[in-house]
């Protein structure tokens, strides 16, 4: 069972940016797909961004496309999400996912394709 750790969360302005870090064990990295999901309270968890194991393509949720990018490191066997012009709406803890495969999962159901979760990281966007 691969091992995902985050970091970079915190509390910032809203229009300012974070970099959101996803460290992955094993050497299965570069096999599969890795994604950013977040969850605010009271809310679903929903899926922000997914990027193919090779990287080579990504998708995104409509409520942050042109704000966030999703990226990874196979060397370093890590997956990042930067995220600008943020807004008090992106309040919610962070969530990266491995893949259980190497493509992207649908996203009318990314939940179906993530076998492991991170421990989530708060992001907390004040206006």
């Known amino acids: 069972q691969v091992q995902l750790v985050e970091s970079g969360g915190g509390l910032v302005q809203a229009g300012g940016s974070l970099r959101l870090s996803c460290a992955a064990s094993g050497h299965t990295f570069i096999l599969y797909a890795m994604g950013w999901f977040r969850q605010a309270p009271g809310k679903d968890r929903e899926c922000v961004a997914f990027?193919?194991?090779?990287?080579?393509?990504?998708v995104y949720a409509d409520s942050v496309k042109g704000r966030f990018t999703i990226s990874r490191d196979n060397a370093k066997n890590t997956v990042y999400l930067q995220m600008n012009s943020l807004k008090p709406e992106d309040t919610a803890v962070f969530y990266c996912?491995?893949?259980?495969?190497?493509?992207?999962?649908?996203?009318?159901?990314?939940?179906?394709?993530?076998?492991?979760w991170g421990q989530g990281t708060q992001v907390t966007v004040s206006s």
């Open positions: 996912a491995a893949g259980t495969g190497p493509l992207i999962p649908p996203m009318t159901d990314p939940l179906s394709g993530v076998r492991s």
């Open positions: 990027i193919s194991a090779g990287g080579g393509t990504t």
